[in-house]
């Protein structure tokens, strides 16, 4: 059984950086290609960014280029998410979803953004970054 554990969310302030992790077990790590995703209050849940199998290749939203790094251990299985120059706008639960183990981090000639595209999600984490 695949568990996605997201963990390092915290109320910051505006400014402030924070790491995000996110521990799989229960599938082959490095042969899955992983995302980030996060859920503002009243709002749909929205792409933050994805990183490849290998951890060369990494997408990103518009709202987190400059500001958030994905990354990712194989060897720890883990993925992160650094967060840096945070703003009241970036509050949400940020969850961590895996895809299918085998599947590039493309999605039929486009970056994997949809929720659909991944098979495997954890339970969040939340981050509230206060002004």
């Known amino acids: 059984q695949v568990h996605l554990v997201e963990s390092g969310g915290e109320l910051v302030q505006a400014g402030d950086s924070l790491r995000l992790s996110c521990a799989a077990s229960?599938?082959?790590?490095?042969?899955?290609?992983m995302g980030w995703f996060r859920q503002a209050p009243g709002k749909e849940r929205d792409f933050v960014a994805a990183?490849?199998?290998?951890?060369?290749?990494?997408n990103y939203a518009s709202s987190a280029k400059g500001r958030f790094t994905i990354s990712r251990d194989n060897a720890k299985a883990t993925v992160y998410l650094q967060l840096n120059s945070l703003k009241p706008e970036d509050t949400a639960v940020y969850y961590c979803a895996a895809r299918k183990t085998g599947m590039s981090i493309a999605c039929s000639g486009r970056s994997c953004v949809e929720e659909d595209d991944y098979e495997y999600w954890g339970q969040g984490t939340q981050v509230t970054v206060s002004s």
């Open positions: 990183i490849s199998r290998g951890g060369v290749v990494a």
């Open positions: 229960g599938l082959t790590f490095a042969s899955t290609a």
